[in-house]
């Protein structure tokens, strides 16, 4: 298993004031943060991004609201991370979501749901070059 997954505190949980708490949990749960910034998504980025989910009927949706603030992505570093962080995210609907996780906690609804962490080691390799050139991670 991987060492590093990629995440992003989406536009609805930046714009609430819930970054600092959500990166202190992210820690607390023992993960070292090797790569950091706070930066916005145009909506074709944001199309780029999810592209996978085009065919969707939330896609355009989705790129809306991905591109309609801030976001601060991260790299994050730990033995299993992929499996573990999304573990503490938790599931995609908040509602559906265990107590605990970043989702219930911070998230509003199946779209507007606070943050992302990547899906597969591939694509978290994929995803941390999508937002970090290589002198920007220690
Ligand atoms: P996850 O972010 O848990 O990996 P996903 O990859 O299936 O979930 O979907 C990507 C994002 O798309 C998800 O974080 C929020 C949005 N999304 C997924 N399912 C949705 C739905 N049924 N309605 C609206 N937005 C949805
Ligand atoms: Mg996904």
Same mark, same amino acid.
């Given at each position: 298993?991987?060492?590093?997954?990629?995440?992003?505190?989406?536009?609805?949980?930046?714009?609430? $004031? !819930?970054?600092?708490?959500?990166? /202190?949990?992210?820690?607390?749960? $023992?993960?070292?943060? +090797?790569?950091? &910034?706070?930066?916005?998504?145009?909506?074709? &980025? /944001?199309? /780029?991004?999810?592209? +996978?989910?085009?065919?969707?009927?939330? !896609?355009?949706?989705? +790129?809306?609201?991905? %591109?309609?603030?801030?976001?601060?992505?991260? @790299?994050?570093?730990?033995?299993?991370? +992929?499996?573990?962080?999304?573990?503490? @995210?938790?599931?995609?609907?908040? /509602?559906?979501? =265990?107590? $605990?996780?970043?989702? &219930?906690?911070?998230?509003? %609804?199946?779209?507007?749901?606070?943050?992302?962490? %990547?899906?597969?080691?591939?694509?978290?390799?994929? =995803? %941390?070059?999508?937002?970090?050139?290589?002198?920007?991670?220690?």
């Amino acid at each position: 298993m991987g060492k590093q997954t990629f995440t992003m505190i989406k536009p609805d949980a930046f714009a609430k $004031g !819930y970054t600092g708490a959500i990166l /202190a949990k992210i820690q607390e749960a $023992g993960f070292r943060i +090797v790569a950091l &910034k706070l930066t916005r998504l145009t909506a074709e &980025k /944001a199309a /780029a991004f999810y592209a +996978v989910h085009r065919e969707r009927p939330f !896609y355009q949706s989705l +790129v809306e609201f991905m %591109s309609s603030g801030p976001v601060v992505a991260a @790299i994050l570093e730990k033995d299993n991370a +992929v499996e573990d962080f999304r573990k503490l @995210i938790g599931a995609t609907d908040p /509602a559906k979501a =265990e107590e $605990g996780t970043i989702r &219930k906690l911070y998230a509003e %609804s199946v779209e507007r749901n606070a943050i992302h962490g %990547s899906d597969s080691d591939e694509n978290a390799r994929i =995803e %941390s070059d999508f937002f970090f050139s290589a002198l920007e991670r220690v």
